[in-house]
């Protein structure tokens, strides 16, 4: 089915990238929703590596603020929700309930450290472009960002082991939560938008063979 013109343009060609906010609330239960449809995005093996941080409280903000990029720090301290779109290196721990009808995809990863990096981190992205386009699709902006000190927050957020409140311990196993980037989420202020940048034309992106 071709979606419609109107959900062309709220997915791709009247979305922005914002840098402010307004000062409307985003629910759990709208980032429940959120993730409900970004999950079933595809990936590798149906791997599923990424693991999302949603940083919605001032203490939360300011953990990350020291491993902002300057240029970073406003948009992201005022907006309602940061997301830290991470991996896992261990991911392929679950493919028994992930990929149940191939049973050596585990082993498979465990014997290759370098093929669980890029694979960890090639679809982690996607997912987190899949998160961009299901807050879209749901109403919600969102402002990427790969600008901030990735070790810093591998440190403070994924380090040692620690307990952290309202997160199953087993979410955050020592050392193998790694950041790829980060995501402000809210409803924009279209105010705030920098003039719209062009895009590569067909010719100058695509070949046809
Ligand atoms: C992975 C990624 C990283 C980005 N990092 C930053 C950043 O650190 N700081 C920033 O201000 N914008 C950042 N951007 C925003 C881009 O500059 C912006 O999405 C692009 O210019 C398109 O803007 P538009 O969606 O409004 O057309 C990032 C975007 C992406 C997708």
């Known amino acids: 089915m071709r979606l419609s013109d109107e959900a062309l343009d709220v997915l791709f ?5 914002h840098n402010g906010w307004l000062d409307a609330p985003v629910t759990e239960e709208m980032l429940g929703e959120l993730y409900d449809v970004l999950k079933w995005g595809p990936t590798s093996a149906n791997g599923n590596p990424a693991r999302f941080v949603f940083i919605r409280t001032r ?9 902002l990029a300057p240029g970073n720090v406003d948009k992201t301290m005022s907006a309602p929700v940061t997301v830290i779109v991470a991996y896992d290196l261990l991911f392929f721990e679950k493919l028994t309930k992930l990929f149940p009808h191939n049973t050596k995809m585990r082993e498979m990863f465990a014997s290759a450290p370098q093929l669980v990096e890029s694979t960890a981190k090639r679809n982690s992205s996607l997912q987190g472009a899949y998160l961009i386009l299901a807050a879209r699709a749901l109403g919600l902006d969102c402002g990427p960002m790969s600008g901030f000190d990735n070790a810093k927050v591998d440190r403070e957020f994924f380090g040692a082991g620690k307990e952290r409140a309202g997160c199953e311990q ?8 790694r950041s790829n980037f980060l995501i402000n989420v809210g409803f924009g202020d279209r105010a705030k938008l920098y003039p719209r940048a062009a895009r590569l034309d067909f010719s100058e992106a695509c070949l046809l063979l």
């Open 170 to 177: 087993e979410f955050f196993p020592e050392g193998h939560v």
């Open 13 to 17: 060609r009247e979305a922005r990238t």
């Open 59 to 67: 203490e939360g903000k300011e953990r990350l603020r020291p491993a």
